[in-house]
C-alpha cells in the first residue's frame, strides 16, 4: 500500500472522528440544556448551534449557576473540536 493511500485513509478516519466528535456535543449539550433550563428539545439544541457556531444572538441564555459553568465548558470544547 502507498503511503498517499494510507495518509487519505488516516484523513478520512480523522474527519470522521470530528464529525462524530461534533454531532455529540450537540447531542449531548442539548440534552443537558433541556434538563438544566428546561428548554423544549428544539430551544436546547439552537442555543447549543449557536453557542458552538460563536454566533450568539442572545435570545436564549443560561439562568442557574450549573448552566453557566456548563455553557462556558461546552463553548471551550465546541470552539476546540470545531476549530480542529
Known amino acids: 500500500m502507498s503511503s498517499e493511500s494510507s495518509d487519505s485513509h488516516e484523513s478520512q478516519w ?22 438544566l ?9 439552537y442555543f447549543c448551534t449557536v453557542a458552538v457556531t460563536t454566533v450568539g444572538f442572545g435570545d436564549l441564555h443560561p439562568t442557574s449557576d450549573a448552566s ?4 462556558v465548558l461546552y463553548i471551550f470544547t465546541g470552539i476546540s473540536l470545531v476549530g480542529a
Open 14 to 35: 480523522v474527519y470522521r472522528l470530528l464529525a462524530i466528535g461534533a454531532l455529540s456535543l450537540l447531542v449531548v449539550g442539548t440534552v443537558v440544556y433541556h434538563y
Open 37 to 45: 433550563e428546561g428548554w423544549s428539545w428544539i430551544d436546547s439544541f
Open 68 to 71: 453557566k459553568l456548563f455553557t
